[in-house]
């Protein structure tokens, strides 16, 4: 792996082996609460995909995958609060059992439409699994069933998240340093 990522990391905040553990706890709890029925798991491109490999390895009962891509970020690092759906599911949900299995819950601004999207699609329920969660910065009140690691107001890269494409390929997941924020911003400004 290129070393230079690894020195934009600030802080690793959670270990490969932390994410494994997490992922196998995650998987055991949707097994048994699904017990008796077949999941469709809609994965959130593109930060989710990661994520939603491991887990649905690791996952014993019957599963159908489809994706999702909706964006409200660009190459910034906060929300524009403008949701586009840019890939929708090719799978009917309706009266099938849905988990929504996220990168990372924020604000819960774009994670508030899809929900609200895919309810209307009336499912026979809906639920939300998501690896990092950062509740003291939601705007609209989000339920998640399933919940990986809860982080404070940190930028975070890694294992799926990225910046402006960049870093999703780390085994974990760390603080991207300030001063690489900005050159990458200001690098994408200049292009």
Do not use: W
Not at 62 to 81: K, R
Request: contains cysteine.
């Amino acid at each position: 792996m290129n070393s230079t990522l690894h020195e934009d990391i600030e802080q690793v905040l959670i270990t490969a082996p932390q994410i494994e553990a997490k992922v196998l706890e995650l998987a055991a709890r949707i097994t048994h609460d699904y017990a008796d029925q077949e999941v469709l798991m809609v994965s959130v491109l593109k930060g989710s995909f990661f994520f939603t490999a491991d887990l649905m390895r690791a996952i014993k009962r019957p599963l159908v995958l489809d994706f999702m891509a909706i964006s409200s970020y660009g190459e910034s690092t906060t929300s524009s609060g403008v949701v586009r759906i840019l890939k929708d599911l090719e799978e009917n949900i309706g009266g099938r059992h849905v988990l929504v299995v996220e990168d990372i819950v924020d604000t819960g601004l774009t994670l508030g439409y899809l929900l609200k999207t895919l309810r209307l699609r009336q499912p026979a329920s809906l639920r939300l699994c998501t690896l990092v969660d950062k509740p003291v910065r939601r705007i609209l009140p989000i339920q998640v069933d399933y919940r990986g690691f809860e982080i404070e107001d940190r930028f975070v890269v890694g294992y799926g998240l990225d910046y402006a494409q960049n870093y999703r390929h780390l085994p974990y997941i760390g603080v991207l340093r300030p001063d690489r924020i900005a050159a990458i911003a200001a690098r994408a400004v200049a292009s």
